[in-house]
């Protein structure tokens, strides 16, 4: 198999699985369940994510892999994501298989949607050449729409679509302006030249200029404060399971296109960027715990702790390199973990039609699911970072690295926003567990968890169970991840 | 000859009037084109500075970025046609049922 084939490899077979599900979904006859499309699916993402497992292989034997005239590099740190997007997309595909209670004609479209965006985060993670990633950016964006508003024909739906894509192309313009700055700085729009050329750029006012376009771009993209306001009313109106896909995996890409970005093609500016990165992690962190705590909504509660959540993952960034990827890469996986599972157990419970939507209506839950009123409070706790949990860990590893590199007030400043989380967290598991009342969940008919769910709900349980509990084999993989820069050649400016 | 420099005002002034619009206008039709806007403001900003490293780099990501606007526009034409059949109006302070 040629280099090229080799390093596309979990994309292609993503991409051919998501082209046969969008072929056979006319052929099937309408009425008919969409189901064996689903299956397809899933056997696409099983495959991706074996293929990635491969390249893993054939990186630790060969070194890394660059292909397409080095713009696609795949090294520990993108088979990581190709991992861990590919685990997100499986376990989401399991746990909306049974997500459409009447038989949709066009449910197909649903896998082959989630597919499409998977090869668009895979191609950002894998990427060292700004073109790629802005062109993964778009894949990826573009399938997201399109499932924000999957359940269409209600209001709320259309709204939240409508939103996300005004709102995601604003934020592209602006990531799409600093790479065209970067380029005027540097004359290249690969990770390696524009490190070399930013040694010797003439004009550093506008390279700093970019970097903060394209902060405020992927800021967008992974719902940091201030740049976070599509974010409650996407997830609000988005069909859960897709919440629960793009609350994790799209921010997980365009986290390691950030670190790429930051730590392997702008080091020379890092003491003004950092300077950002602390300003937006300290917003997110305080605006979105501050944000969840007057929320009645539960989608919208867990749409203001992702926010927060992304303020505790821009912590990471102001460790060292290795610091930082290493705590980035763990938070992202145990996040994807619990915050995938949180959502897959509220699909679980309110279904297609969505009745169960505020806290008010999940008082007394635990009375009639007592199974699955367990497993949302272990998200929850997971969610709050209380040891035995994956977010504890996770935290602890983030704000550790943040201490040794001497950004101590930060860690304050995180560690109390952990406190105020409690609150918010705390009450919705107070509910569950306190007396029903009269128009509760406890008088809603119970939706059966079928078994592809179940074995989707016990995943993302064992991984968040695990990444707490064994947390050191996870960290061994991602303290090896720091991406290199492949060799660069600065351009010589050739100005008229 | 025009210097680059010129082009380069032009693309930030255009730029930030697709900001301005996209801020201030309430039609979601006239919003989404203050984003086209912004992406063209791009579009030259790039041209001009592969004119002026002398590659065609620049000009070839011009390319993608016409050909993603476009699969951008189709999605985005198809989400306003779902919103308006539900909603029937373009405003966007009408569009106002995801609130707390």
């Not at chain 1, 009269?438 to 016990?458: C, E, F, G, H, N």
């Amino acid at each position: 198999m040629s280099t090229n084939l080799l390093a596309l490899l979990p994309e292609l077979v993503l991409t051919i699985t998501g082209v046969l599900v969008m072929v056979l979904e006319p052929v099937i006859p309408a009425g008919k369940s969409r189901k064996p499309l689903g299956w397809l699916a899933i056997l696409g993402s099983l495959l991706s994510g074996l293929a990635a497992f491969y390249q893993l292989q054939i990186v630790n034997a060969q070194g890394t892999l660059t292909a397409f005239y080095s713009t696609i590099q795949i090294d520990p740190f993108s088979i990581f994501f190709h991992l861990l997007i590919a685990a997100v997309v499986l376990v989401t595909l399991l746990g909306s298989l049974d997500y459409f209670e009447s038989p949709i004609t066009h449910a197909g479209e649903y896998f082959a949607l989630v597919l499409f965006g998977a090869v668009g985060m895979m191609f950002m993670t894998s990427s060292v050449e700004l073109l790629m990633v802005f062109i993964g950016l778009e894949i990826s964006s573009i399938s997201t729409y399109i499932l924000a508003g999957f359940r269409k024909g209600r209001a709320t739906a259309s709204e939240s679509s409508i939103k996300y894509f005004l709102l995601g192309s604003f934020a592209t313009a602006f990531f799409l302006y600093g790479v065209a700055l970067i380029y005027g700085a540097t004359g290249s729009t690969s990770i390696g030249p524009i490190a070399a050329g930013l040694a010797i750029t003439r004009t550093p006012t506008m390279a700093i200029l970019a970097v903060a376009m394209v902060l405020i771009g992927l800021g967008f993209k992974v719902s940091a404060a201030p740049f976070h306001v599509w974010t409650p009313d996407v997830y609000q109106g988005a069909p859960a399971p897709v919440v629960g896909l793009m609350s994790t995996a799209p921010k997980a890409a365009a986290f390691a296109v950030l670190l790429r970005f930051l730590f392997n093609g702008t080091p020379m500016l890092h003491g003004h960027w950092i300077l950002l990165i602390e300003i937006l992690a300290v917003a997110s962190m305080c605006l979105g715990n501050l944000g969840a705590l007057k929320q009645h909504d539960v989608k919208r509660l867990l749409a203001y702790s992702s926010i927060a959540h992304a303020g505790y993952l821009l912590v990471a960034f102001t460790g060292t390199h290795q610091n930082a990827v290493a705590g980035a890469c763990f938070y992202t996986a145990t996040y994807a973990a619990m915050n995938v599972g949180a959502f897959l157990v509220l699909s679980q419970l309110s279904g297609f039609s969505e009745r169960i939507r505020s806290i008010e209506d999940f008082t007394g839950l635990a009375l009639k699911r007592p199974g699955m009123s367990a497993l949302l409070g272990f998200f929850l706790l997971s969610l709050i970072g209380i040891p035995f949990t994956g977010g504890f860990f996770g935290k602890f590893y983030v704000f550790s690295g943040a201490l040794q590199n001497g950004h101590v007030w930060l860690g304050i400043v995180g560690l109390a926003n952990s406190g105020v989380a409690c609150f918010y967290y705390l009450r919705l598991l107070a509910a569950i567990y306190s007396r029903p009342t009269s128009d509760s969940v406890a008088y809603i008919p119970v939706r059966k968890v079928t078994a592809p769910a179940a074995v989707a709900l016990a995943a993302t349980a064992l991984a968040t169970l695990g990444l707490g509990i064994l947390p050191n084999k996870l960290v061994h993989l991602v303290e090896r991840a720091t991406p290199t820069t492949t060799a660069a050649v600065a351009v010589q400016p050739t100005q008229q | 000859m025009v210097p680059t420099s010129y082009y380069l005002i032009l693309g930030a002034v255009l730029f930030c009037i697709g900001i301005a619009s996209f801020l201030i206008r309430r039609n979601i039709i006239t919003i989404f084109m203050s984003i086209e806007l912004m992406l063209n403001a791009v579009n030259l900003t790039f041209v001009a500075f592969a004119h002026m490293w002398g590659q065609v780099a620049g000009q070839i990501f011009v390319f993608f970025v016409m050909v993603v606007a476009a699969a951008e526009a189709a999605v985005g034409l198809a989400i306003i046609i779902a919103l308006f059949r539900v909603r029937q109006t373009l405003n966007v302070d009408q569009v106002n049922l995801l609130k707390n």
